[in-house]
């Protein structure tokens, strides 16, 4: 068991460079699925939910070499394992990618029941849905999804949810389908376009990724190599933009998409921070407490879900009282109780927090329930007065490559222990 002890205090100041999307990786690497052939994958982010999805690729027979930290070259043709079991896809919430990609590549799979962070009930019934509007047959049982399809056929396919996993599931699936999918009320995040992007230089094509209508017009077959780059994390920027603004530091952010920040980047000005667009580059700054703001998640282009407790961190610490609505997920605002532990005010019932700022936070032993509750306790300890010890870090490791190193060259005083 490792643990992050953070003595705080400091004003974050320097450059970070941004890793590739972890939300777009976990869907990328298992639609190299679809291929018989190879691929370089790189802008890869060096984190443990990559490494268990390479793993389970491995399990069915994908051969991969990793060139640098970033890159790996995938090489699928030789795949013939068609199960993945629970205590894999139990670590992570995106091993539900791989029925999408295996129905598309051969009509036939089995998984263990996707995990994940515990931020309440997550179904996925519109994955499900989405498949069988395709053709095939969908069982759950014995902690066990199976899915198998003769043939999948083209189809309009209205989602009842915008959901970012649904949504990209159901375009992988379709790439090899006959005839035309239509996907309805599609999810719009970053890393869609990206897969849509990728699965296109592929050979697929999928139109309208961004947009809440995709179309995807099944292909024979896909090319036989080639390499792709991953989008930047939005939501890695995104937690580094909260930390400048917290620390009340001044932070360059390089290897992002502006425009992907948008959202962010509203909330930050109102609570009176500075950002700056560099183009593939922000500088995010602020030199006064922040100002109250109310918050309420909602899907892209709306405020992310993902830097809801970050921001709840720059909250706790502001000028006055805020409101954070949480419309995504029914359980988010675990962390508000350790942040609590800190010093916070923050009072959480159902999908709503009222925090009331305090001056300062205190350090203290606190745990990560989530990858993002983990982040943000991280920031919390950053400004804290004291020392804090940062227990659960494995859920950060999930998301965050080098975290500990990134804030340390920024200034903040982090060590990783072992119990
Ligand atoms: C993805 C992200 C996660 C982020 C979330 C929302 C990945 C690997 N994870 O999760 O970090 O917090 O988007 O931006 O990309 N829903 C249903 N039925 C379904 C699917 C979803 O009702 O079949 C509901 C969920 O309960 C939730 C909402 O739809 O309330 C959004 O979920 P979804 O966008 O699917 O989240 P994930 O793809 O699991």
């Keep these: 068991m490792e643990k992050l002890v953070i003595t705080g205090g400091t004003r974050l100041k320097g450059e970070v460079v941004i890793s590739g999307a972890k939300n777009a990786?976990?869907?990328?690497?298992?639609a190299t699925l679809?291929?018989?052939?190879?691929y370089t994958i790189s802008n890869l982010p060096n984190i443990s939910d990559v490494k268990i999805t390479c793993d389970i690729l491995q399990d069915f027979g994908a051969k991969i070499t990793w060139n640098s930290r970033n890159e790996i070259v995938i090489d699928t043709r030789e795949i013939d394992g068609r199960e993945a079991p629970i205590d894999k896809t139990s670590k992570f919430r995106a091993s539900?990618?791989?029925?999408?990609?295996?129905?598309?590549r051969c009509g036939q799979i089995e998984v263990g029941l996707p995990g994940g962070c515990n931020l309440g009930a997550r179904p996925i019934d519109?994955?499900?849905?989405?498949?069988?509007a395709l053709g095939a047959k969908v069982d759950i049982g014995q902690g066990k999804i199976s899915a198998k399809a003769k043939k999948l056929t083209g189809t309009s396919i209205y989602m009842d949810v915008v959901s970012v996993g649904a949504t990209i599931n159901v375009m992988i699936a379709s790439v090899l389908a006959e005839g035309t999918t239509t996907i309805d009320n599609a999810a719009k995040e970053p890393h869609i376009v990206d897969v849509a992007n990728f699965l296109n230089?592929?050979?697929?094509?999928?139109?309208?990724?961004?947009t809440d209508v995709i179309k995807i017009n099944g292909v024979k077959e896909l090319k036989h190599e080639g390499c792709y780059s991953i989008v930047p994390d939005q939501i890695e920027a995104g937690t580094f933009m909260a930390a400048a603004i917290a620390t009340k530091g001044d932070i360059l952010i390089k290897n992002c998409i502006p425009e992907h920040l948008d959202c962010i980047t509203a909330k930050i000005v109102e609570i009176g921070g500075h950002v700056e667009d560099l183009g593939d580059s922000i500088r995010v700054w602020n030199n006064k407490r922040p100002n109250k703001a109310n918050i309420k998640t909602l899907p892209y282009p709306g405020f992310p879900t993902d830097m809801q407790p970050q921001m709840g961190v720059v909250l706790s610490i502001a000028d006055g009282t805020s409101i954070i609505n949480e419309s995504i997920w029914e359980s988010r605002f675990q962390y508000t109780n350790e942040l609590n532990n800190m010093g916070a005010h923050i009072t959480a019932q159902g999908k709503t927090a009222i925090v009331e700022g305090v001056k300062e936070l205190l350090g203290a032993p606190v745990y990560a329930s989530d990858l993002r509750a983990g982040a943000a306790l991280l920031i919390a300890g950053i400004i804290a007065k004291g020392t804090t010890e940062l227990y659960n870090i494995n859920h950060i490791d999930r998301g965050y490559e080098q975290i500990e190193e990134k804030f340390r060259k920024l200034g903040a005083n982090i060590l990783r222990v072992n119990e």
Excluded at 34 to 38: A, D, K, S, V, Y
């Design 96 to 104: 539900y990618y791989m029925i999408g990609a295996m129905l598309g």
């Design 34 to 38: 679809l291929l018989n052939g190879i």
């Design 201 to 210: 230089t592929m050979g697929a094509d999928i139109r309208g990724a961004g």
């Design 25 to 30: 990786a976990v869907a990328i690497l298992p």
């Design 126 to 132: 519109q994955h499900i849905k989405g498949f069988e």
